[in-house]
């Protein structure tokens, strides 16, 4: 996302939160997650994930499309697309590119050995472990104490807190009980939500600017 809106939806995971995450299931094999996207109550565009589950092997792809109009104008365009490959869990592969309003980037990685490859306009660097990126929808991605943002190629340490059981309002209205999470970075705060049956449902963060991004589950 935009540098101020994406300072990345970064987390790490405390070991309280962990016992009720492992209970969520991730993504079911072949499903896509589509999540209208709002700047405060105003809606901006869609974010969504397709899932492929080939066993030990998992591709997601994503695609997100934001226009900010004011005046009539369209004053803010994002566009982003990433597929990223998991083996075991762990990213063996991601090619993702981003159009923030004109700015663009582009990020490569693949796994050498036991490291991590990762390109991007900063050059080249080698990340060692089990990396990930911000797969929301596998909740053990939690347990990370970095994550790989997909628009800079950053990888970023992370913090989370549980904030106990919630309810959250998804795209067509219902209200679903959720347990609700504080993620925090240097910069942002966010907060996020996992029902029982369908595991992410909502996401909401501040844009270091006053304003809000809120994700509802279509």
């Not at 309810?167 to 959720?178: M, N």
Request: net charge negative; glycine share 8%.
């Amino acid at each position: 996302m935009k540098k101020s809106m994406n300072k990345s939806l970064t987390i790490t995971v405390a070991s309280a939160a962990l016992a009720l995450l492992t209970a969520w299931a991730p993504a079911r094999a072949n499903e896509v997650l589509r999540f209208q996207v709002y700047l405060d109550e105003k809606p901006i565009g869609e974010h969504s994930f397709r899932i492929a589950d080939g066993g030990d092997t998992t591709r997601v792809s994503s695609r997100a499309a934001f226009d900010v109009d004011f005046l009539f104008i369209n004053a803010y365009r994002y566009r982003h697309s990433s597929t990223e490959v998991f083996r075991d869990g762990c990213l063996a592969e991601i090619d993702a590119s981003t159009d923030d309003n004109g700015k663009q980037f582009t990020v490569a990685g693949s796994a050498v050995g036991d490291a991590f490859r990762i390109e991007s306009k900063d050059g080249t660097e080698r990340a060692t472990g089990c990396v990930k990126t911000f797969a929301y929808w596998d909740p053990s991605f939690l347990d990370q104490r970095r994550l790989l943002n997909p628009q800079t190629g950053d990888l970023e340490a992370v913090q989370v807190s549980s904030k106990g059981s919630d309810r959250i309002e998804v795209e067509d209205g219902r209200e679903l009980p959720a347990q609700r999470y504080a993620l925090s970075t240097d910069e942002l705060t966010i907060d996020v939500w996992y029902n029982d049956d369908l595991g992410w449902v909502g996401l909401e963060s501040d844009t270091g600017k006053g304003r809000r991004i809120i994700y509802k589950r279509m």
